[in-house]
Nanobody, 125 residues
Framework: QVQLVESGGGLVQAGGSLRLSCAAS????????RGWFRQAPGKEREFVSA????????YNADSVKGRFTISRDIAKNTVYLQMNSLKPEDTAVYYC??????????????????WGQGTQVTVSS
């Protein structure tokens, strides 16, 4: 089965940066969009950022605009999330997701078909 594997999480001080990666295990895997979601302790999973795979259009949650940048490497079938100016409130498990459909909206968690297991990002104050 196709799997999404995240990497790049870790510990960082407030104001620092991290880059997350998410690679698809199957070379032939195609998706309409890839997205990043996060879930902080005691909170619901929320949308962070998404990218339309074919053309590279990006969409971001208000909370990360100007700080996070999503991008992709088509040849590597990998999506990235560059996170700058990190804040303690960014602390969460970050999940990579992919959707093969074009409905439900980019921020609609239920519309995504594939999910990674998550990578922990912890931002100290």
């Amino acid at each position: 089965q196709v799997q999404l594997v995240e990497s790049g999480g870790g510990l960082v001080q407030a104001g620092g940066s991290l880059r997350l990666s998410c690679a698809a295990s199957e070379r032939a895997f195609r998706s309409y969009a890839r997205g990043w979601f996060r879930q902080a302790p005691g909170k619901e999973r929320e949308f962070v950022s998404a990218i339309r795979w074919s053309v590279g259009n990006t969409y971001n949650a208000d909370s990360v605009k100007g700080r996070f940048t999503i991008s992709r490497d088509i040849a590597k079938n990998t999506v990235y999330l560059q996170m700058n100016s990190l804040k303690p409130e960014d602390t969460a498990v970050y999940y990579c997701a992919a959707k093969r459909n074009n409905y439900g909206g980019y921020e609609n968690m239920a519309s995504y078909d594939y999910w990674g297991q998550g990578t922990q990002v912890t931002v100290s104050s």
